[in-house]
């Protein structure tokens, strides 16, 4: 790690956990004195360097290169709310529209998600169809003169109704195309008539929550919305889930070793039976196992995304990574709130709160069980395709 990537993970190390956690209880509270402590730490990051680091230098952001800004991610994951305290939480957003959106499409939107002043939304999984196979998508998408009118129903529409905007996956191709040439991208923003925020899905711990149910009724916007070329909506997705999914890794990492560091302290204060819980052979079996499952998940994703950055094909580590880290954040959270016992349940330590966030891991971008068979398929298909190898 170079002096100056050392010296920005020790400013942003700070400013999470000295800043960003103790304010934690407040902003978990997602009312508006929660949102004045938001804004300014927010403003805080800015004063210190820290926003934005990710964004590409040439629309404004910090031009972090990639794997550089996965090691941040680690610390910014140590806090479920640091990612929104440092802009980073648009940043798959921007990339994916650096990378695929029209000039006009990129002056339009861009400055705004890199400055924090707009926040995007994705309309891509449906309440009728599995959300792990986008080809089974059900919104449609039709040219009528100078627009597309779109007519479907989205749900986990994350965080649209603070949104500027959505971009929402169609089907736009007959189904004599192929079944991944099917779909398009189309950028609508949310004030569209015919755009209904239906609802807030209540969902663990959280109702109302941050997830939104969606209809779009003769949705019309013009033609120019489309987002890359039209049938190529399944590559847009997949260069936004790629990328997210090795965020994802990094983040769950600064969870789990926070919740190890918590797992520790209280096994080196707590006395029960006769001695310490750090003296008691089952919680050496916690420790150890913990430490081992966090740092076999570290050097997975880092080396996912070292393949990344270099342009090899990253999809095997990717999916390993998905299901291997997730499984990781759920066993060492719960092996924490075991070793505090009652305490571990209460809201007096994060450690509950955490755990309902970690269950989450194991089904968006994505669940466990098609992340392990689509892995395996490309294995079975090509065994030199190991990480290994």
């Not at 140590?78 to 994916?96: I, K, N, W, Y």
């Not at 003169?145 to 959505?166: E, L, P």
């Not at 929550?209 to 779009?216: F, G, I, T």
């Not at 420790?287 to 998940?297: K, N, P, V």
């Amino acid at each position: 790690m170079d002096t100056r990537l050392s010296e920005l993970t020790a400013r942003m190390r700070g400013f999470i956990d000295d800043e960003v956690i103790p304010r934690e209880p407040v902003l978990a509270r997602e009312d508006d004195t929660a949102r004045e402590v938001l804004a300014g730490l927010r403003e805080r990051a800015k004063e210190l360097g820290l926003w934005a680091l990710g964004h590409p230098a040439e629309v404004g952001g910090g031009g972090l290169p990639f794997l550089d800004f996965v090691h941040l991610n680690e610390i910014i994951g140590r806090s479920e709310f640091g990612q929104l305290a440092v802009g980073s939480v648009s940043m798959q957003d921007t990339l994916m529209l650096h990378l695929h959106g029209t000039e006009e499409q990129r002056r339009r939107w861009i400055p705004g998600l890199v400055s924090g002043d707009l926040l995007p939304s994705v309309g891509l999984t449906e309440p009728e169809v599995a959300g792990s196979d986008p080809t089974l998508i059900e919104t449609r998408a039709v040219v009528d003169g100078d627009s597309w009118v779109i007519n479907g129903h989205k749900w986990f529409t994350t965080g649209v109704a603070q949104a500027a905007f959505c971009t929402v996956f169609a089907r736009t191709e007959p189904d004599s195309a192929p079944r991944h040439a099917r779909i398009s991208a189309i950028i609508v923003p949310v004030e569209t008539p015919g755009f209904e925020i239906v609802r807030s899905i209540p969902t663990m711990g959280h109702d109302p929550s941050d997830h939104y149910e969606v209809r779009l009724t003769d949705v019309r916007v013009p033609v120019e919305n489309l987002l890359g070329e039209r049938g190529k909506g399944f590559a847009v997705a997949q260069d936004r889930l790629g990328a997210g999914r090795i965020f994802h890794g990094m983040r769950w990492l600064g969870q789990a070793q926070r919740a190890y560091e918590l797992m520790c302290a209280r096994a080196g204060t707590r006395f029960a039976h006769g001695s310490l819980l750090a003296e008691k052979g089952e919680i050496h079996r916690y420790i150890a196992e913990s430490a081992a499952q966090i740092h076999a998940a570290r050097l997975m994703t880092l080396d996912a995304a070292r393949a990344m950055d270099a342009g090899e094909d990253y999809r095997v580590r990717v999916g390993l990574v998905k299901f291997w880290g997730a499984r990781m954040l759920h066993d060492v959270i719960d092996r924490a709130i075991q070793v505090h016992g009652a305490l571990g349940l209460t809201a007096d330590t994060p450690l509950e709160r955490m755990y309902r966030q970690a269950r989450y891991a194991r089904v968006y971008d994505g669940p466990d069980e098609v992340h392990r068979m689509s892995t395996a398929r490309r294995l079975l298909r090509d065994p030199g395709a190991a990480p290994w190898l």
